[in-house]
């Protein structure tokens, strides 16, 4: 069973326009979704990352917005910039899970 | 400075010669992973160690073998590579088990196998 499912799978967005990639999680017990960042040849990074004690938490462009009921989180992106072209992982861990279980990704291409 | 070191970056090795990939941290961390991760693909975790506690994930082939002989350094031993293993290796720790902290990345090890 996948524990977290992305969507989409590849993204084409204008520079300037927003962003969206969406999450959604099986287990209640998750208690920690990070959003992590990976470059071509690189490593993945962590972006940003919530707890389900708040609904949406912002760092500069980024924002995750966070919906317990609905077992669902989405990353967007303001101002989205060539910059920002990478892949986008979702995460999701807690509880009594001791390892992270991953989306499928989502393919972020910012057109100048 | 980098915090989770990888060597080497790229390995070419042969259809079956045995590899090693080696991962250092100088973050003194609890946990240390060891993720597959395949071309437009999620990581995959392989197995982890929690300070000197080993624990393979279920559906790791007994091919991948892990050594972690201090806090600093983690081997990742492939026996005998096929094809199909043919990946990116990406290292990362967390200070601890629970996945409730950042997982920390390595840059990774591509390994192309002949």
């Known amino acids: 069973q996948q524990q977290v499912k992305q969507s989409p799978q590849s993204l084409i967005v204008q520079k300037g326009g927003i962003s969206i990639i969406n999450c959604a999680y099986e287990n209640t017990a998750f208690d920690y979704f990070p959003w992590y960042q990976q470059f071509p040849g690189k490593g993945p990074a962590l972006l940003i990352a919530i707890r389900p004690d708040v609904s949406e938490k912002k760092e500069g462009r980024f924002t995750i917005s966070f919906n317990k009921s609905a077992k669902q989180f989405s990353l967007h992106i303001m101002d989205s910039q060539p910059g920002d072209s990478a892949t986008y992982f979702c995460?999701?861990?807690?509880?009594?899970?001791?390892?992270?279980?991953f989306g499928s990704g989502t393919k972020l291409n910012v057109k100048p | 400075d980098a915090m989770v070191i990888q060597n080497p970056r790229y390995q070419v090795t042969q259809f079956g010669k045995p590899v090693t990939l080696s991962c250092s941290q100088t973050l003194n961390h609890n946990v240390m992973y060891w993720y597959q991760q395949k071309s437009s693909q999620a990581p995959k975790l392989l197995f982890h160690?929690?300070?000197?506690?080993?624990?393979n994930e279920a559906d790791t082939p007994d091919n991948f073998q892990s050594r972690r002989p201090n806090t600093s350094f983690c081997f990742l031993d492939i026996r005998s590579p096929g094809l199909g293993d043919a990946a990116m290796y990406l290292c990362?720790?967390?200070?601890?088990?629970?996945?409730?902290?950042?997982?920390?990345f390595g840059e990774g090890s591509r390994l192309t196998v002949l």
């Open positions: 995460a999701a861990s807690g509880g009594n899970f001791n390892k992270f279980y």
């Open positions: 990362a720790t967390s200070r601890d088990l629970g996945g409730t902290g950042e997982l920390f």
């Open positions: 160690y929690y300070d000197k506690d080993f624990n």
